[in-house]
């Protein structure tokens, strides 16, 4: 579900559809298994169903957005402030590392309302080493600098360096504010 992707969208439509058509029921021949993580789940229960919700969620897609190989990013958006990115990522469902809920934006924009908020990759070593991203930015007040500051990295898929020592954090400082008697 890169931002990118002229997959994701058809696919996102085809599965929710299935999902429906199916009442809930798991829609593979062979269920997933935890003996078996790799090789399940595997073929479709039903695959006239599933051929006919695939048309269905083409027909769909093509009437809602004019393509069938419609960008995920153009369909789903990353949006705060007066910043409007397109996002990668979608629900846990699909099975994705990148996690994320939308929710109605306009002209059939989907956008994105929750997930993955903080993210770490840390290296054990010595010294420790980390990349993190705050895909909401590190503050919630809209009239904050840092009310957006992470949103393109998060779009773009990359993280920043997290700042581990005194050192790191006195060179980012943006203030100081001192409390108590000394």
Do not use: C
Request: a negative charge; aromatic letters at 8%; zero cysteines.
């Amino acid at each position: 579900a890169d931002a990118d992707s002229r997959g994701a969208a058809l696919f996102n439509a085809f599965w929710g559809e299935l999902r429906q058509r199916t009442r809930g029921k798991d829609p593979f021949e062979v269920q997933w298994s935890e003996e078996d993580p790799m090789n399940t789940p595997d073929g479709l229960a039903d695959p006239r169903t599933a051929a006919r919700t695939l048309a269905a969620a083409a027909t769909k897609l093509e009437r809602q957005y004019g393509s069938l190989d419609v960008p995920w990013g153009q369909i789903v958006r990353v949006k705060r402030g007066e910043v409007d990115l397109p996002a990668n990522g979608a629900p846990g469902q699909l099975g994705v590392f990148r996690v994320i809920f939308t929710a109605d934006g306009e002209d059939g924009e989907r956008v994105v309302a929750g997930g993955d908020s903080f993210v770490a990759a840390v290296e054990f070593s010595d010294p420790v080493r980390a990349r993190v991203v705050n895909s909401a930015g590190n503050s919630s007040y809209a009239s904050s600098p840092h009310y957006t500051d992470q949103l393109s990295l998060f779009a773009e898929k990359r993280m920043r360096d997290a700042w581990l020592t005194r050192a790191d954090v006195e060179a980012n400082l943006a203030n100081r504010d001192t409390f108590g008697g000394r």
